[in-house]
């Protein structure tokens, strides 16, 4: 039987709250939203906090909201709330691609965006997908508001620009017109980590030219997007050619690791294969949107 | 830490350690042992219960998190004496051979159908698929919760009427 070690737990009221809470009871406090990483690790032991600061009542961070040009989405959405959010599918289908894949039905009941992300575990799908839409976070603790570009939230695996007596309150989306996304994993049964994922994210110009691209790799040792990739596409037409470029280049820039997940020349073969069919379906989507 | 929720429509209280587990609390606490406890690692799915209305697994929320909330167990499924058209699906279509997973797979049911009473295969299966069974192979279960989508109670209103309970038990048994 897995138990957790004894710990003490306090519920936070507000988001001032819990900032308070995690000052207080100081580095060996964590926050718990959904808990479904978190006490895992806690039953093995590979995490060990005295406190537990639980958000989940924190409801002022449970909100999917379009506004302006921009789609805030607040750190405690559960990804089920995701999935079925009708402007989420509308704006990103990257993000329902994604969340149709993580886990399942059941986990996603309770996991939250901010819990997945700040957790940053390198075989995990919705950070490849915020970097890709190149997203903003906004971070709160004791000196304020900050808002950190995805492109630097992750600061290694499990390692992120949350410091302990911050929490991340809400990650908001750039909406941009003529734009498509795709994500593909994948795994080796339903709900299991990724062997590789790709996501893909681009804008076209009036012309149909790719104005913006966004290439991001899941689980193959690559933080942030692949620029190199991205740049073979910026001002040319889409195409088929492209995609399969495209493709190369990010099976050379990754740097997978051989595990029981498979070896590295079959993750580079994935990272090939899946890197061109989610820029195939992502340049789909731009072409068959409006003005966003 | 004193803890009070609703356990099947009746308020429960108890002073626990904050590590414990939902499952462990539901099944050693309150000695409702119809609640499995599987894999513990969130993966099989048999220790499913309804928290809110939703499927969530036991092993993987404490039994603080649970405070103040609505939680429903298998022996919760069956009201006034009728069983839950899921349960009765469950047996008119042998959903189970060991029953180990049954618990879990009914609730997920149970749920879904309160969402989406007229799921297609795919729906089902998708919304079991965190759910390990290893006896059936899943297309007895598709097919028990099949039969309960087509043989709903009349209401939930009905349902916690007497006289309604009665010809809707006819109906189940029909």
Sequence with gaps: MQIPAAFDYERASDVANALALLERHGPESRVIAGGHSLLPMMKLRLARPDWLIDINGLTELDFILREGDQLRVGALTRHTALLESADVAGLFPIIRDAERVIADPVVRNRGTIGGSL?????????????????????????????????????????????????????????????????YEKVERRVGDWAVVAAGAAVALSADGTVDDAAI??????????????????????????????????????????????????YKRHLVEELTRRVLRRACARAAGAGQG | MQI?????????????????????????????????????????????????????????????????????????????GTLDPVQ???????????????????????????????????EIREAISGQICRCTGYATIVRSVQWAAAHP??????????????????????
């Design chain 1, 118 to 182: 700040c957790q940053a575990d390198p075989a995990e799908d919705l950070s490849t997908v915020c970097d890709v839409l190149r997203a903003l976070t906004v971070i709160r603790g004791p000196a304020g508001q900050r808002t950190v570009p995805m492109a630097d939230f992750h600061q290694g695996p499990y390692e992120t620009a949350v410091a302990q007596n911050e929490l991340l309150c809400e990650i908001r989306f750039p909406i941009r017109p003529r734009s498509g996304s795709a």
């Design chain 1, 216 to 265: 991001g790799l899941t689980a193959v040792g690559l933080d942030g997007t692949v620029p190199e990739a991205e740049a073979v596409l910026q001002g040319r037409q889409p195409h088929e050619d492209l995609f399969a470029e495209a493709g190369r280049i990010a099976a050379a820039a990754c740097d997978p690791v051989a595990d029981r997940r498979g070896p590295v020349d």
């Design chain 2, 4 to 80: 009070s929720m609703k356990v099947n429509g009746d308020d429960v209280s108890r002073d626990i350690e904050p590590r414990v587990l939902l499952v462990h609390f539901i099944r050693e606490v309150l000695g409702l042992t119809g609640t499995h406890w599987g894999c513990d690692t969130t993966n099989c799915g048999t220790c499913v219960v309804l928290m809110d209305g939703q499927p969530v697994k036991s092993c993987t929320v404490l039994a603080v998190m649970a405070d103040g909330h609505d939680i429903r167990t298998v022996e919760g499924l069956a009201v006034g």
């Design chain 2, 88 to 122: 009765q699906g469950f047996m008119e279509e042998h959903g189970l051979q060991c029953g180990f997973c049954t618990p879990g797979m009914m609730l997920t049911a149970r749920a879904l159908l309160d969402r989406n009473p007229h799921p297609d295969d795919a």
């Design chain 2, 153 to 174: 109670l009349a209401t939930d209103a009905a349902a916690d009427d007497g006289a309604a309970a009665e010809s809707t038990a006819e109906e189940v048994t029909a």
